[in-house]
């Protein structure tokens, strides 16, 4: 089983009466029932809890963690934020969903800035497979389509991705990097773009279908162990390597 922790900093349901009509339970517990099944087990935690909930003990049960974040992103905790880094570093898969970009965590990875251009007009949104071969993909058609989204507009400030999965297309004419992975150290990412708060995303199949094939695409596999700093060999050792 690939345990799952979907992050939610739980701001918008508690403060925004359209918000919470769509999500009466929290966008986190939208996606974990959303993904959860044979081979996903998924818990919640959020910003409000102690340690935002990602104590030491959580991070070590968690092989893939999912984060959504919007208006409290300043507020998490540095400490926190080092703790989940280091964590994806070792190999806890991340995945990070529509404003998360700008999360301390996403930029502290990225090494960037990580801004791009916005508009909320209730607007359809395509977003167009351009990597069909690409098991995130698996399962989907040519395209996603949203009836209602936020726009995200170019230029999307991240570094060139590992994987380019998805582009979308806004009625408005804009087009956008919405499907992106990276490799960091032992750690893989997902960056996927839908999922504004006001509109009901996260109850999409397809959406959710990504989320659960970049979770198990994403999910710690066994690799090479490393070794960092300095190492002292002895002559004789070299010599003996040497034959």
Known sequence: MIRVTVWNEYYHEKVDPRVSRIYPEG??????????????VARTATQDQDEHGLTDDVLAETDVLIWWGHMLQE???DAIVDRVHKRVLEGMGLIVLHSGHVSKLFRKLMGTGCGLSWRIADEKERLWVVDPS???????????????EEMYGEHFDIPAPDELIFVSWFEGGEVFRSGCTYRRNK??????????????????????????NAVKWAAPTAGADTEYGERLVSLEDIKGKGG
């Open 187 to 212: 750690g893989k990412i997902f960056y996927f773009r839908p999922g504004h708060e006001t509109y009901p995303t996260y109850h999409n199949k397809d959406i959710l279908q990504v989320i659960s």
């Open 134 to 148: 690409h098991p995130i993909a698996e399962g989907l058609g040519k395209y996603i389509e949203l009836e209602r």
């Open 27 to 40: 966008m986190h517990h939208a996606i974990a029932k959303g993904i959860a099944g044979e081979s996903i």
């Open 75 to 77: 507020t998490v905790e």
